[in-house]
């Protein structure tokens, strides 16, 4: 069964530093998602990305934030400067053309 | 703004229990997503629901559209159903999720 992936599984950087976080979307979904859940904390929807640019952003999507899809398979968000309330799993998810949200496993970002 | 609010919080089980965990959500959606959470952190799709009832193996999701209410329920729990489940409601197409505060359901053998 096809699967979204996630990499890294986790990741650990240092407040300032860029992270990019990479997602491989089921091949046939056409809109891509960005979550985050802060430890303890309910998840919560950052981006939305459909026909290579955003669709929909929350506010917590601000300007440390970009996603792009560069190759065509690879979904990718990046914090430019991270800090350390980035600190979150961050779950990718793709759509499917019925409209079934498939998660990725996620990656732990821990920024010291 | 669409809140989604999931109880109870906290559940637990004997095994072979009955269970139910209901989700009320405030404005008009298009899908609701029931969704499992185990402590590893990773999430899995259980259902996407916009109208009446949905059965895979012991887990049944039910929804009611003009009341606004879904609830999850699974029969003959079992240990390994121990996971948060999480509801999470959406516009469908180009419809981000929103999510409840999720079910810590634990089942004892």
């Known amino acids: 069964e096809p699967e979204v992936t996630q990499t890294p599984s986790h990741q650990v950087t240092q407040m300032g530093q860029e992270v990019i976080l990479r997602c491989v979307p089921i091949s046939n979904h056409l809109y891509f998602y960005w979550y985050r859940q802060i430890l303890g904390q309910k998840v919560e929807f950052l981006v939305s990305?459909?026909?290579?640019?955003?669709?929909?952003k929350s506010e917590i999507f601000d300007d440390q934030f970009s996603v792009e899809r560069p190759d065509g398979s690879n979904f990718t968000l990046k914090i430019r400067s991270t800090k350390l309330e980035d600190s979150a799993m961050y779950f990718c998810?793709?759509?499917?053309?019925?409209?079934?949200?498939?998660f990725g496993p996620g990656t732990r970002l821990t920024v010291t | 703004k669409n809140e989604v609010e999931q109880s109870p919080q906290n559940l637990t089980a004997q095994e072979g229990e009955f269970i139910t965990i209901n989700c009320s959500y405030s404005v008009g959606i298009s899908a609701l997503h029931w969704l499992q959470q185990h402590p590893g952190g990773g999430i899995v799709s259980l259902f996407m629901l916009s109208s009446g009832k949905k059965k895979h193996g012991r887990l049944i999701a039910t929804i009611n559209i003009q009341e606004k209410h879904s609830s999850l329920h699974i029969t003959a729990s079992h240990p390994r159903d121990s996971a948060v489940y999480i509801c999470?409601?959406?516009?469908?197409?180009?419809?981000?999720?929103?999510f409840g505060k999720g079910t810590k359901l634990s089942v004892k053998p």
């Open positions: 999470a409601a959406g516009g469908g197409s180009q419809g981000n999720l929103i």
């Open positions: 998810a793709s759509e499917s053309p019925y409209n079934e949200q498939y």
């Open positions: 990305f459909y026909n290579n640019e955003i669709s929909e």
